[in-house]
């Protein structure tokens, strides 16, 4: 069992920069592909980034490439989500997500954990 904690999500206004973090914890943690997605009102929840266990590998949806970096500190067990020129559509709630394979993440969205969620907004 995998737990993820979110933090780091706030009001910002648009063109500012966040970073969220995840802390893991549980059995082998580390060893998980972890990724980050989001939720907006009315909207399907949807992949925003992923990195690999060794963080050797990165993806990253459309949208967000170029302003957002996703980084792991696999000695704190946590994963971070840098972003920046933050636009008013980037407004959800972002989720923390832990999956056994890169691809359970990055390509199937279906990874086995998830955290709780934490709320951005970015005010126009």
């Known amino acids: 069992q995998v737990q993820l904690v979110e933090s780091g999500g706030r009001l910002v206004q648009t063109g500012g920069s966040l970073r969220l973090s995840c802390a893991a914890s549980g059995r082998d943690s580390s060893h998980y592909a972890m990724g980050w997605f989001r939720q907006a009102p009315g909207k399907e929840r949807e992949f925003v980034a992923g990195i690999s266990w060794s963080g050797g590998s990165t993806a990253y949806a459309d949208p967000v490439k170029g302003r957002f970096t996703i980084s792991r500190d696999s000695a704190k067990s946590t994963v971070y989500l840098q972003m920046i020129s933050l636009q008013p559509e980037d407004t959800a709630v972002y989720y923390c997500?832990?999956?056994?394979?890169?691809?359970?993440?990055?390509?199937?969205?279906?990874?086995?954990?998830w955290g709780q969620g934490t709320q951005v907004t970015v005010s126009s």
């Open positions: 997500a832990a999956g056994q394979t890169y691809g359970s993440v990055v390509a199937t969205a279906t990874p086995h954990y």
